[in-house]
């Protein structure tokens, strides 16, 4: 079964509008989980790594007010599209290492998030 | 800078036929290899990795991938391809040494499989 559960699976708002999306791993604590975002027939493309406990660590041309992300517990992380417009539309997929004792471990996903902006 | 190439958007097998879809990578040490499979608005399943040990490694549904250093391959194989394997493959790959934000995803490649 999964291990790492995402939701929603599909969410469309309003432009202007925020939405919240939530990755949590469902039997073992991930102190860090990435945020990807896949456009149409391309490649995942890191957004962000999320850290329990402290602030999120983004990549070069992420907005950080735009995209906020919250890693509140060891099984939980949200990602917050604030205020989002058509351009934001796009399947945002997040990920958590099931490690142990190093950095070896597998990486699982997400079932993905569809976005569309209206 | 690390980089993966999947030189074909798009690989058609016939059911029953052997497949192979390619993969290169290039990185700064030791490589992490893996194999994504990815379905229609779902996100990615894994289906092998390589870290060290046997250059073939074998995975999920019957997949296998070969690790060639001297060719800086890891191109993902199955022996019988099924209508269902029909899906998206991303290979990716990290250093050895480093974190997973370092991994980097080829640009995938669409296993089309007919009956």
């Known amino acids: 079964g999964a291990v790492v559960s995402q939701h929603p699976s599909r969410v469309i708002c309003k432009s202007g509008t925020s939405v919240k999306i939530e990755c949590r791993s469902l039997d073992f604590q991930a102190t860090t989980m990435f945020w990807y975002r896949q456009f149409p027939k391309q490649s995942l493309m890191l957004m962000a790594t999320s850290n329990e406990g402290s602030k999120a660590t983004y990549e070069q041309g992420v907005e950080k007010d735009k995209f906020l992300i919250n890693h509140a517990s060891l099984t939980l992380s949200t990602l917050t599209v604030t205020s989002a417009h058509p351009e934001d539309s796009s399947f945002y997929i997040c990920?958590?290492?099931?490690?142990?004792?190093?950095?070896?471990?597998?990486?699982?996903f997400g079932e993905g998030s569809r976005l569309t902006v209206l | 800078a690390q980089s993966v190439a999947q030189p074909e958007d798009q690989v058609n097998v016939a059911e029953g036929n052997p497949l192979t879809v390619k993969c290169t990578y290039s990185?700064?040490?030791?490589?992490?290899l893996f194999w994504y499979v990815q379905y229609p608005n779902r996100g990615l399943q894994f289906l092998l990795k390589?870290?060290?040990?046997?250059?073939l490694v074998k995975g999920s549904y019957g997949f296998e991938a070969e690790f060639n250093k001297s060719q800086t391959s890891f191109h993902l194989k199955k022996p019988s391809a099924l209508v269902s394997d029909s899906a998206l493959y991303f290979c990716a790959v990290r250093a050895l040494n480093s974190g997973y934000s370092t991994l980097t995803f080829g640009k995938g490649t669409m296993l089309l499989v007919s009956p």
């Open positions: 390589y870290i060290t040990g046997d250059n």
């Open positions: 990920s958590a290492p099931r490690t142990s004792g190093g950095n070896t471990g597998e990486l699982f």
């Open positions: 990185v700064s040490g030791n490589p992490y």
